[in-house]
């Protein structure tokens, strides 16, 4: 009865160990709260009614011109890649229970048939190492899981500034367009006043020539402003999500709609490490990667082993029970080698937790700088530059009503005050990527550099100027 | 006779009136401590004025000061050039053939200057070519020049030193100098001008001597039209009218309307009675004197201008394109079109009178031409004045003239359309 009782007591021990998947839901809502922290944004609960919901919520907004907020919410409804991230979340919870869970007892039943009768073997066991190591694996699949929900928050994070920033390049792209029409309705006029100049019989040919020329880069500028708008919605489309009859939303007005607050500059570097989802992964991936070091001994001793109860019923003896077990010797691997495998593993997560820190440091500063930079050059061009370009718009009109200079004067002056609020476009979605990359950076997300050098004023080139 | 009198008392008046304002000026002396009436009628040089003289030990002290000057060309255009006391151009030097005249020169100018007599008799040391008859007259340096008046005429005085920069900024007057002697009939008026032109950019405030070619403010005594005071004169009167020109690069053919004249001297000298003709026309070169002389015997208001087109013109731009046979509107209409500060401005200006539909100009700028007439705009400026010939003794500026009737253009009725068989 001893024994009875012993070997329930033993199972039921077994069975508190296999917690379920429920008991891990709330990992998904913290990981939303953290993204909306993080983002500003909802995000869902991923569940089929709450996607189905969200789906008919958004529907209208696309019909609506879209605001950046808008986008940002559209994105995380319909983008697939927050469910893929989602779904990630997923696996690693489900690690985390695996990784509490017992390994399944072994049983070995072995039977021999004689002529005066049989022999039966029974034996349960029960992998020995995995009963050892289940602390340290639990807490290793808990840094995993940890890391998980870093990632993901930081991909989330990513997900709302590239929207961001595409919403940025899209405005751009569209403020471009219409300084392109602007230019070539000053080239058109300016050939069109030549036109009738040649007409009457007072121009030569080079001089019209060089007209139509004008005219020509412009309507090339034109046709190219319009190509990188189409790209440029593109890019934001697909952040979205979107297709079919859905891509087809239009941007709404710039309105000011989001102020950057951009708080103590001077703590830009502290602030971002730490609020820095990259570093928070790392330390997760340390605490994991410490979990294994010092247990290669361990390992080599019971690795593969087992302990149990074994019962043999013999011919002639009936049934006997015992204790089962098997042990590794370690004597040609005493698991020093996984020791210090471990170990190393360990030194390389902490170099480069250490190289990360400098980097985001050094983000940090760099990306502070720049937004500094940028948003001055910005206010300088605004305040200062543009209007000097308007006035001289105006001063050459002066002396156009003085006879001083002809029309031609005053197209040119017009076609150069475009060009300048060409480049002022580009100061402006400069000084607008400077801002994302640091409010993402200070949510947790350092920005990749940018790789592609795509400005609102490239389509200049086709002017030939 | 009676008016050619008061005209003399005036002038003599006048001349002691600015003469005891010369710096540092003593009580006028002469030998019998009297002014004496000039045995000559003085020049009148209008919009300028005869330079002030002391008469010591029985030589004509005058004083040139050479200086940066602020000159209003006309109301609206003004600009910092250089004259002498304080005059663009400088005053009339006035005196009579064998006078011994003594000039005193102080240059205020920020740089080396001389004065050249140009056209007198005088000792060579006094020429005032700088480096070649003496050496310049530095900032603040005041020299003299003493000669004797050994021939009579009209002369100028100019600046010999980097002439191009100190003849653009407008250094140079004119030199009366009577006959001692007088041949011929006397006159009852005699004007002197001044000929020059200069480089005002629009909206600037200082002569740009460097310019070459594109001169863009025409001037007669300093100064254009509208702002040239007008040649009033009384029907008969005999008239002179002596013209010298120091401008840069250009020769000026001023032409007098209504009437005709002879070219009576140069600044070489008189012209034999036997070698002058009748013109209408007196080409002045850069660098000469021509006198001309008419009696007034037609009564009205007769222009008297260069006849070079672009000289009566102000501020002209020659950059732009020629629109004849254009359709002014479509200008308009593409620049409305495409630059919205024009929109602005011409929106602005719907509300202005019709004159300010040129709009906005730039500062210190004239337009090309224009000055009110009795029957609208007189479409000139630059070298260009009236000359009023009255019945009688004028008074002030002499008005408008009132045409008789029946000597007025006027559009042609259908009646004399039909007459004379001219279509419409």
């Known amino acids: ?50 996607q189905k919901r969200a789906e008919a919520e958004c529907r209208p907004w696309l019909r609506e011109p879209l605001t950046e907020e808008r986008a940002v919410r559209v994105a995380l409804i319909r983008n697939a890649s927050v469910h893929a991230s989602f779904a990630r979340l997923g696996i690693a919870r489900a690690d985390l229970v695996q990784a509490g869970l017992i390994a399944n007892p072994i049983l070995d039943l072995n039977a021999k048939f004689f002529r005066f ?50 919403f940025a390049k899209q405005r751009a792209a569209q403020s471009a367009f219409e300084v392109a029409s602007h230019l070539v309705r000053a080239a058109q006029s300016s050939r069109e006043v ?7 019989g007072n121009v030569i040919k080079p001089q019209q020539t060089e007209q139509e020329i004008v005219q020509s880069r412009a309507q090339l500028s034109m046709a190219r402003a319009e190509a990188q708008q189409i790209e440029a919605r593109e890019d934001l489309t697909h952040l979205l999500g979107l297709f079919g009859e859905d891509a087809a939303w239009t941007l709404a007005p710039a309105s000011g709609e989001r102020r950057f607050e951009p708080g103590d500059l001077s703590q830009a570097e502290a602030r971002a490490v730490a609020a820095s989802l990259l570093l928070e992964q790392r330390y997760a991936q340390i605490d994991a990667v410490a979990q294994r070091s010092g247990m290669g001994a361990t390992e080599a001793i019971f690795g593969g082993r087992s302990i149990g109860l074994a019962a043999k019923r013999e011919v002639e003896a009936g049934w006997g029970f015992g204790p089962a077990g098997s042990l590794a010797l370690p004597i040609f691997d005493s698991g020093d080698v996984r020791d210090e495998a471990a170990e190393a593993a360990l030194r390389v997560e902490l170099a480069e937790l250490t190289q990360d820190a400098v980097e985001v440091r050094s983000t940090a500063r760099r990306l502070r700088e720049r937004w ?94 | 006779m009676t008016s050619t009198r008061r005209e003399f008392l005036q002038n003599s008046a006048f001349a002691l009136t600015v003469g005891s304002a010369l710096p540092g000026a003593r009580p006028e002396t002469h030998s019998s401590g009297v002014v004496a009436a000039a045995p000559f009628r003085p020049v009148v040089t209008p919009n300028g004025a005869t330079a002030p003289h002391r008469i010591v030990d029985g030589v004509k002290v005058f004083h040139l000061v050479a200086e940066e000057v602020r000159h209003t060309f006309a109301p609206g255009l003004d600009a910092f050039c250089w004259g002498y006391n304080g005059k663009v151009h400088g005053p009339t030097l006035e005196a009579v053939e064998g006078d011994k005249v003594r000039i005193y020169v102080t240059n205020r100018l920020e740089t080396a200057t001389t004065v050249h007599w140009h056209g007198l008799y005088v000792p060579s040391g006094m020429d005032g070519v700088g480096g070649l008859s003496q050496r310049s007259i530095e900032p603040g340096e005041t020299f003299l020049y003493e000669f004797t008046l050994r021939h009579h005429g009209t002369f100028m005085y100019h600046s010999h030193h980097d002439e191009m920069t100190q003849m653009a900024m407008g250094l140079m007057g004119m030199i009366v100098v009577h006959p001692k002697s007088p041949s011929g009939p006397p006159v009852d008026r005699d004007f002197v001008y001044m000929l020059s032109e200069w480089r005002v950019i629009p909206g600037t405030r200082r002569p740009d001597p460097n310019e ?54 140069t600044d070489g000298g008189d012209i034999p009675e036997s070698a002058r003709w009748p013109e209408t026309t007196v080409l002045v070169p850069t660098g000469s004197t021509r006198t001309i002389e008419f009696v007034a015997t037609e009564p009205g208001d007769w222009a008297m201008h260069c006849h070079m087109t672009h000289h009566v013109m102000t501020q002209m731009g020659h950059g732009i394109p020629n629109i004849i046979g254009l359709d002014p509107s ?92 001219i279509p419409k």
């Open chain 1, 1 to 50: 009865m001893r024994g009875n009782r012993g070997l329930y007591l033993w199972v039921l021990g077994l069975c508190s160990c296999t917690a379920g998947l429920e008991n891990t839901a709330h990992i998904e809502r913290d990981v939303r709260t953290r993204i909306e922290h993080r983002t500003g944004a909802e995000v869902g609960d991923g569940t089929a009614d709450w």
């Open chain 1, 117 to 166: 009768g049989s022999e039966v073997e029974v034996g349960l066991a029960q992998p020995f190492l995995d009963l050892l190591l289940r602390p340290r694996r639990r807490a290793q699949a808990d840094a995993d899981l940890r890391a998980s929900e870093a990632r993901i928050v930081e991909e989330m994070v990513a997900l709302v500034y590239s929207v961001r920033r595409a």
């Open chain 1, 194 to 200: 030549m036109d009738s100049l040649a007409a009457a």
């Open chain 1, 372 to 465: 500094i930079s940028r948003s001055r050059e910005l206010r300088y061009r605004n305040a200062v530059l543009q209007p000097l370009h308007t006035q001289l718009v105006r001063d050459v009109l002066t002396h156009y009503n003085a006879m001083q200079v002809g029309p031609f004067d005053v197209f040119s002056a017009r076609i150069r005050e475009l060009r300048a609020q060409a480049e002022l476009l580009d100061a402006a979605y400069e000084a607008d990527l400077a801002r994302l990359d640091l409010e993402e950076l200070f949510a947790g997300h350092a920005p990749r550099e940018m790789q592609e050098e795509w400005r609102p004023s490239m389509f200049l080139a086709m002017s030939g100027e």
């Open chain 2, 212 to 265: 070459m070619t594109d001169f863009n403010v025409l001037t007669l005594n300093g100064k254009i039209f509208p702002a040239t005071d007008p040649l009033v004169v009384r029907r008969g009167d005999r008239v002179r009218i002596r013209f010298g020109n120091l401008s840069a690069m250009d020769h000026h053919p001023i032409h007098l309307h209504g009437h005709s004249f002879t070219i009576t001297a």
């Open chain 2, 330 to 421: 479509l200008i308009d209409e593409k620049l409305t079109n495409a630059v919205p500060e024009y929109a602005a401005m011409a929106q602005g200006a719907m509300n202005e009178s019709a004159q300010d539909l040129a709009s906005e100009t730039p500062p210190n700028s004239l337009p090309m031409v224009g000055g009110n007439g009795p029957y609208g705009t007189i479409t000139m400026s630059g070298m260009f004045t009236i000359m009023k010939v009255r019945e009688t003794e004028p008074s002030g500026d002499g008005g408008w003239y009132a045409p008789p009737a029946g000597t007025l253009a006027r559009p042609a009725t259908e009646a004399e359309l039909s007459r004379d068989g």
